[in-house]
């Protein structure tokens, strides 16, 4: 009988530890920015003005999701200004881990591998709830020297269709492109009256580019040197012969959106602006 007690309450002990954890990640759970780039990106909305806002290589970007916890481990998704590839928005693809029964006394989690962040060596994730705060710590060693990010969270849910989105670009495409516009073309004839860009880059209310995802890159850092924002759209990532378009994105002074024609800049590599394929306006 006694034997039976124990098993009881270690089981027990573990379902409500469980519980408690789960709680507590709820509080933090949602997208957040580093610090660093999101004073700069609120200001700009531009990766080309925001490029050394932030270490290209660092995750600039964490998804923290309380349902993506199994057995007490943790999936972090997070993003890098500087990657080439365009991920399914899944739970287990550009991730570290944390295990959330091992946390120090001081409040710290040790992380997996984090690429070029802690590459070869440690680092850490701690929050304060009560301060609605988040930190990334790698300790000097390995040649590495001692680093801190903080985040600021801005976005707390996530909608049941899209519960992994990539931080990153869901960000950069909330503050650039996410809305409803009249689409016109460079005529100003009216294409559509509904043209959408959802949260999730789903676009909608125009036939040529219907149910492609739209992304507002960020990858700027190598070969010749990027000279205008980028947006692409992409009808399907995960097959080889997708299609693609791709168009150099302006502000215009009426606060309207301008998607430009991609030029080949011979003089020095870049890309370069050429004329107006469509312009947004905001409804």
């Known amino acids: 009988m006694k034997h039976a007690i124990k098993i009881f309450l270690f089981f027990f002990s573990i379902f409500c530890f469980a519980q408690n954890v789960s709680k507590e990640i709820k509080t933090i759970e949602g997208i957040w920015i580093a610090e660093d ?43 890098e200004l500087h ?46 709830i009560d301060k609605n ?23 707390s849910k996530f909608r049941k269709d899209y519960l992994f989105p990539n931080p990153l670009y869901y960000y950069t495409r909330n503050k650039t492109l996410s809305g409803n516009y009249t689409l016109k073309d460079n005529l100003g004839n009216i294409l559509s009256e509904n043209f959408t860009i959802g949260d999730n880059g789903i676009v909608s209310g125009f036939t040529l580019l219907d149910n492609f995802t739209a992304y507002f890159s960020t990858d ?38 301008d998607f430009h024609k991609r030029l080949y800049n011979k003089e020095n590599g870049s890309d370069k602006l050429g004329e107006i394929i469509y312009e947004l306006v905001k409804n």
Request: proline content about 3%; aromatic content about 18%.
């Open 37 to 79: 780039y999101y004073n700069s990106f609120e200001q700009t909305k531009s990766a080309i003005k925001s490029k050394n806002a932030f270490n290209l290589n660092y995750p600039v970007a964490l998804r923290i999701n309380s349902k993506d916890i199994k057995n007490g481990i943790l999936n972090i998704g997070y993003s």
């Open 133 to 155: 705060s988040l930190t990334l710590y790698r300790p000097k060693g390995n040649g590495l020297e001692e680093y801190y990010i903080k985040y600021k969270r801005v976005e």
């Open 83 to 128: 990657d080439h590839n365009i991920y399914p928005e899944v739970s287990n693809i550009s991730i570290f881990k944390i295990n959330l029964n091992k946390k120090d006394s001081i409040g710290y989690y040790k992380t997996t591998d984090i690429s070029y962040f802690n590459y070869e060596w440690i680092s850490y994730l701690r929050w304060n």
């Open 220 to 257: 700027i850092y190598c070969g010749p040197p990027a000279i205008n924002d980028l947006v692409m759209f992409f009808d399907d990532i995960l097959i080889e012969e997708k299609e693609v378009f791709y168009f150099l994105y302006k502000k215009n002074e009426n606060g309207n959106i």
